[in-house]
């Protein structure tokens, strides 16, 4: 099989339990693709093979985590700056498995989290001006332990865009910030996802969900914002 393997430090917890099953000889045959760099060298490091994305014709399955999961599996990805490439892996995978704790499920998109876009550096100023338009609050994000800008793996430039009111259409959002020329892509992700696995902590009692079961066990008002 061809394992499609997402970035942050969900996945690494899925690259790291890959690794040991094909160790312990549980799993054979096994091959990965990595999503940015820390995936692929994670990956390595853990015992698992990898191989380009240009080098593979389908992935099998893709394993990965999210900043923010509403009911329907809109996702919003980013926080490493690595969305870009997670999108492209997710994507072509037959399955998509997203892995994600109860804090991270949400009512509706923008919640908590701004929406990441990575923009091509030499159009970042007009990008801003549109961005604006859609009636998000743009911010250039800045590197830590560096002076400037975060850089993505492929050159790239990276805005936080917050949306005030929150993302009622992710589908509609994502498709309008994305043709804004200049945009190379956001984070909100629609329609891939097929099945979201909710891990539940009680002290040191953890149980896993599916998505659509765990939002029967809260029965969340509709009113409210997030769970």
Request: glycine share 8%.
């Given at each position: 099989m061809v394992v499609g393997l997402g ?221």
């Open positions: 970035t942050g430090s969900t996945a690494s917890l899925a690259i790291e339990e890959l690794g040991r099953l094909i160790k312990q000889g549980k799993l054979k045959d096994v091959v990965a693709v990595g999503a940015n760099y820390q995936s692929r060298v994670l990956a390595r490091q853990f015992g698992v093979k990898t191989v380009d994305l240009n080098d593979i014709n389908i992935i099998d399955i893709a394993f990965d985590g999210v900043d923010e999961v509403d009911f329907n599996k809109n996702l919003l990805k980013g926080g490493g700056a690595a969305h870009t490439m997670q999108k492209v892996v997710d994507s072509f995978a037959k399955e998509c498995v997203i892995l994600a704790d109860q804090s991270k499920v949400v009512l509706q998109l923008g919640s908590t989290f701004p929406v990441p876009v990575e923009v091509l550096p030499a159009a970042i100023s007009p990008v801003l001006r549109r961005l604006i338009t859609l009636g998000g609050v743009p911010e250039i994000r800045s590197a830590l332990r560096k002076d400037g800008p975060v850089i993505t793996d492929l050159g790239n430039m990276v805005v936080d865009v917050s949306f005030p009111n929150g993302i009622p259409n992710p589908a509609d959002l994502e498709m309008r910030i994305n043709m804004i020329p200049g945009v190379v892509e956001n984070g909100i992700v629609s329609g891939i996802a097929t099945s979201v696995l909710v891990a539940i902590q009680d002290g040191d009692n953890v149980t896993v969900l599916d998505l659509e079961e765990f939002v029967k066990l809260i029965n969340v008002p509709t009113n409210e914002n997030s769970v």
